[in-house]
RNA sequence: GGGCGCGUAGCUCAGUGGGAGAGCGCUCGCUUCACACGCGAGAGGUCGCUGGUUCGAAACCAGCCGCGCCCACCA
C-alpha cells in the first residue's frame, strides 16, 4: 500500500517486460476453485488420495478393435483431442494415424505416437485431454492437438461440455459414468490411491486449466544467481541447503505471476478497447497514444510473492538512490525456513542481481523447524500450531527464546515445554546468583584478580566458554552455544565457585569481589542475546553500569587468562570432593558429622575438606577406609559394616577396570597400531587403578 | 520416480573411530544464612536389524526394517 514501493514494484515489473522476460499467454494454471485465482507451482501441495481409477473403450473408427485408456477424472474425456500410445508399442504401431471415436460425444480422435506414454503403465493407451491435464497439454501442443474446455473457472461444466453443461465436476462425473455404462464403454473400475494437487491457499483440489495469464520467464534471471551461490557470494548453511538451491535453480521454470484476488498490485499493464493497444508503464498513462480512447487497467494482480521478491532494496527505497539504500544494501544475513527457499530467498537474490546489480545478502541461515509437541506440522488449519504469546504468559519471554534455542538443531524437533522450563529456571537462578553477588561484594573495581587456585580456574574457564560460545554461534550451532553458556554459569560459577568462595566473600576480601563482578559482567553480556529482559535488568543493578547492555560490547576472549594448571587441579579436587560425598552417602554417616581424615601425598585445595565435610589432620591412627588419596579415620559416626561393604564394592569395580585395561593392553594389534599416545594413556589409567585397588588392600 | 534426513536412557535430543552424554522425568538424602524454579547422591542404554572394513565401530561401508521431509507431468 506504501507509494514508494507501488513505484518500485511497477519499475520491476516494466523493465521486466522490456527485455521480454514478461508475457502474456494462454497456457495451463494451476487453477484454484477456492480462490478462483491461477497460483503457482509452489502454493500447489500434493497429498494420496484414493479415488476410482475408470477404464473406458474407445472404438478405433473403421475397425472393431478397441482402445481401453484410464482415467480418475471421466468426465474430462469430454475434451479429450487425441489418443496416444508410446512409438516403441508393437501392439499398437498399425493404428498411429488412424482414428478413435469418443464415446459419447462422438469426436475424431487422432491416435498419436509420443514417448511420455508408459507402455508399463495399464494398457498403455492414453486418453489426451490438453485443456484439463498439464501432461496432456504439453503432448497437445507437441502435436499441434485442439485446446477443448469442459470445465469453467467455476468448477462447473462450459456449453462445450454439451448436454453435461452447467453441472458440477463431481456430478458430471456420476452422469458420465452411468451414460458410459450404459453405453457398455465402461470396462472396469478399480480402487486407485494417488496424489493430487491441492491448493496450499484454500485447501481445494487443484483444477488443470488453460487460461491467459501473466508469466515471467526466469532462466536468464537464475543464471548469475545461480553463480552467485556457486562462488559462495552467497553462503547458504547448512551446506546441504545449497545443493537444493542450485538444483531448483539449474530447473526453474517460467513463473504465473498473475492472480485473479483483490489484494496484490495490480498489473501495471493497460488496455484500450477501442483500438486494442496494449500499454506496459510505471505509471498510468492519461489516454490511449493512438486513439486518444479511455484506458483500462488489467484487473489481475501480482503474486504476492513478486512484490516480496524485491523487498531488501525496494523497503529502503529503491528506485531512488536514498541514503537509506547506500548505507544497508546489500545487507549481510537472512535466516529463513526452508520452505521460503525457493519462494523468496531465491527470488530475492535474482532480482538483487538484475536490479541494483548486487546480492542482496552474503548469508543464508536454513534453520530448523519446531513441531508440536507430537511431532505433527505446526499448521493453523490443524490446529496444532503454539502460540508464543500463551508461552510468554506462563513461562516468560527469556525463557522462551533460550527455550527455542536450546531446541534448535539441524533436523526438526518437537516443540518441548521443558526446555522452556529450563530458561525459566536459569532466569530465577540467574537472579537468585546475581543478587547474592551484588548483595556480598564489597566496593572494588571489577576486574579480573586471581589469589587463589580457584580463581584462576574460575576465570579460564569463563574465557573457555566465551570462546566456545563465540564459536558456535558463528556457525549457527546455537544449541550447543546456550548450552555451553547455561553449564558454565550453573555448574562451575554456582555450584562450584559460589561455594567454595562464600567465606572469602562474606569475610570481604577484595580480590574475589573484583573477580566475581568482572565474571558476572560477562556473563550478563555473553547471556542476554539469549535472555535479554532478565540480563538488562540485572545488569542495571551493576556497579559498572554504564548504559544499557542491549549495547554492550559481547565479550572478547581474553587468552591471557587461560589457565591449564589451575584447571586440572581444581577438576582434581572437584572430582575427589564428589567420591567423598559419594562415599558419604553409601556409607551412611549422618549428614552434619565431620570427619576426621588424613591425606596421602600432595594436599588438595582447601575446599575439598570444607565441601565433603572432612577434616584433614596430619595424623590420627590407623584408617578405616580410602577414598582416593584420603584415608579415613575411625569414628563414632562410621558404621563398621558399611564401610566394610562399601570397600569391597570399590573393589569390585577397580577389579574390573584393572581387568578391561590389561585385555585391551594384551591385545598385540592394539599397541602396534595404536597411535602411541592412546596407548600410553591407557596404560596410565592401569597404574592409576591398580595402585588404588593396593591402597584398599 | 528422484533427492535429503532420522532411528542413542521412560520423554525430547546431543555425540561421527579409542572407556555411552545433556535437560526433563524417576529413586534416596537435605527447610545448609542467593535460589526447594534449589542443594547433594544415585538408578536407568544389546546406541533399529544383519553383514563388512578396522587392533578398535554408536560413529565408516553395504543391505534390510521403520519414520519424516522436499522435488517430480505415470494416465
Redesign the pocket.
Known sequence: LDEGYVTAVYRVFKQLYDKGYIYRDFYMVNWDPGSRSAIS??EVE?REVEDVLYSIDYPVEGSDRVLT?????PETMLADTAVAVNPSDERYADLVGNHCLLPLVGRRLPIIADE???V???T????ITPGH???DF?IGRRHGLEEISVIGPDGHLTEEAGRFAGLSAAKAQEEVVAALREEGRLRAEEPYT??VPFSHRSGERIEPLISLQWFCRMDELAQPAIAAVERDEVRIAPG?WKR?YLD?MREIRPWCVSRQLWWGHRIPVWYCDACEETYVAESAPERCASCAGELRQEEDVLDTWFSSAIWPFATLGWPEETPELRAFYPTSFLTTA??IL?LWVARMIMTGIEFPGAVPFRDVYVHSVI?ARD?R?MSKSLGTGIDPLEEIDVHGADALRFGLLA?S??????F?D??V??G??L???LW??S??ILLNTVEVEPAPRPARVEDRWLLSRLERTIASVTGKLETYDF??AV?EAYAFF?RDL??WY??IV?PRLYDGEEDVSATLLYTLERVLALLHPTMPFVTEEIWSFHPARRGHLAVHPFPQVDESLFDEAAEADVEAGIGLT?RL??WR??VDVP?GSVLAARVEGVEPPEFVARLSRFQFAPDGGDPVASVGPVRVLPSADLDAEAVAGRLEKRREELRS?VE??ERKLA?E??VA???AE?VEEERG?LERYRSELDELG
Not at 498403455?124 to 486418453?127: E, F, H, R, S, V
Request: with cysteine.
Open positions: 507451482d509452489l500434493n485408456v484410464a482415467t480418475v477424472r511420455h506414454v508408459d508399463e503403465f495399464g498403455g493407451a492414453l486418453k491435464d498439464p501432461n504439453e494417488h496424489s546441504q537444493v531448483w526452508r520452505e525457493f513441531q511431532g506440522r531446541m538443531s539441524t533436523q526438526d524437533v518437537r518441548s521443558a526446555k522450563q529450563q525459566s529456571d532466569a530465577n537462578k537468585n546468583a543478587r547474592l544449541a550447543h548450552q550453573w554456582c555450584d559460589l561455594e562464600k564428589q560425598r559419594a552417602d553409601l549428614v577396570e578391561r585395561a591385545n594389534g592394539f597400531k595404536a597411535p592412546v589409567k
